[in-house]
């Protein structure tokens, strides 16, 4: 649907455009002159509702600070035990060769 341009330039777009695009007001519109047409693409506006609580069933339950100490003791000791299972198997899989003595290629 053709509009007119206003006194100021201003253009009004189409609701049905606005709703598909999700442009609110506040958007900030960017326009680039491509050829001979204008591009115009929306930045949305800062929300200004509160996301707290949002992620709520993702989150596991907290630590008490209390507490803190032993989980983090815990978590360290798991950490130590995989580096030493992880340097357990590199080392079997390393082939020592004898000192002095080149390597044959198969």
């Given amino acids: 649907m053709p509009t007119l341009v206003g006194p100021k330039g201003q253009v009004v777009i189409e609701k049905e455009i606005r709703d598909r695009l999700g442009i609110a007001t506040g958007a900030v519109a960017i326009q680039t002159l491509v050829g001979d047409r204008v591009e115009i693409r929306f930045i949305p506006p800062e929300h200004t509702e509160s996301l707290f609580g949002v992620l709520a069933h993702h989150a596991r339950p907290g630590v008490a600070v209390e507490g803190w100490a032993d989980?983090?003791?815990?978590?360290?000791?798991?950490?130590?035990?995989?580096?030493?299972?992880?340097?357990?198997i590199a080392r079997r899989g390393q082939k020592r060769q004898p000192r002095g003595r080149a390597r044959r290629e198969p």
């Avoid at 989980?71 to 992880?86: D, I, L, P, Y």
């Fill in 71 to 88: 989980v983090s003791q815990r978590a360290w000791e798991v950490a130590a035990k995989e580096k030493e299972a992880s340097a357990r």
